[in-house]
Every structure is written in C-alpha cells, then in structure tokens.
C-alpha cells in the first residue's frame, strides 16, 4: 500500500524484501529484487546495503556483489551498525575504512558497540574467544555470556554442550544437561552423535595442556 502511494518510498522497498518480496509499483518483486530497487533510489541506504547481504549478495549498478562486499558497503556508509559487524565476522571478515578486521574483530567490535548483543557473544565464542572491554574471554565464558543475557539461546546452550558445560545462573550445567536444554528449545539441535563426542572431549583434553 505505501508503494502503490509512493514508488521511490526507499524504506517501503527494503521491508517488503524483509518481509520476503511481493507487489510494488504494480510488479512483483522477490526479496532481493526489493533490496535493489532501495539501492537504485538511494545508494547510501546503509540499511537496504546490509539487508542485501543477509539475503546473499546480488547485483547493483552493473556490479555483482557477495554478501562481504554489502557488509562492507553498509559499515562504509554506518560504522555504529553492529549487526553489520556481526554479520561481517560470519562471513570471515572484511576491510572497514582501508583496515582489515578478521572475523574475531569484527564480533569485537559489534560487542563494543552493543554489549548486549547476545549473536555477537555466541559468535565470538565460536571463533574462539576474544577481549572485550578490555577483558579476555574465553570460548565457555562467551556462551555464558550470551545465556545470561538471552537463556532462551538455543545455539549458545549447544556450543556450551561443546566446550563440557559449564555454569549459567549460578547453576551447573554438565555437558549432556546443555545438549538436552538446546535440544528443548530448538527441536532441530539433536546432541552429537557418541563418537563426536568423544571426539571433542580428547581435543578438550588435548587444549588445556
């Protein structure tokens, strides 16, 4: 309705790509198409850049862009967007302003700007831990992190599984324990078969010598 009134409404496009594509202007258009068409209206859309990157990359001005590169375009244009640096640490990194930040310092750098971004912390987790505010944190102590401020972090209570358990709210959680409370959460999180188990105890075993 807003497209059919305004056509060049830049931030109607970008939420119906959100909202997955559909009629505007009169067309049909996919979700990316949308991002495209914000981008073609307004090239400093720095949320319609980033909104292009999560859906995967595509074409804008005659340029094939990955996803990495759309990060990048949304951090160029909003460098206090930490859903962006998030997003660019899960593609492995990338270059901000001629710097190049590897995939830990881009989830430092999301969690510097918003310490409460639960993603960021089950994140820098899985990249292997990292300093933020000036502390260290270890792979365990992110996914504690990350369930102290969301406990409903499916994926957070499996990489805990990972790493042997560990305490969350001031209660122990053995390894099995957080396996079973991700798998409550999210159906779709089955705990690992034996074999991977034991496979990860002995590279547990094998780091903290």
Known sequence: RALALDPQFTHGWNNLGKAGGGKGGGQASSEIACFQRALALDPQFAIAWYSLGVAGGGEVGGQTLRSVDCFEFALALDPQDANAWNSLGVEGGGEDGGRAFNRIACFQRALALDPQFTHGWNNLGKAGGGKV???????????????????????????LGGEGG???????????????????????LNPPPRCCIYLMRCFLSQRRR
């Open 133 to 159: 505010g000036g502390q260290a944190f270890s792979r365990t102590a992110c996914y504690q992190h990350a369930l102290a401020l969301d406990p409903q972090h499916a994926n957070a209570w499996y990489n």
């Open 166 to 188: 560990g305490e969350v709210a001031g209660r122990s959680y053995s390894r099995k324990k957080c396996y079973r409370r991700a798998n409550e959460i999210d159906p779709s």
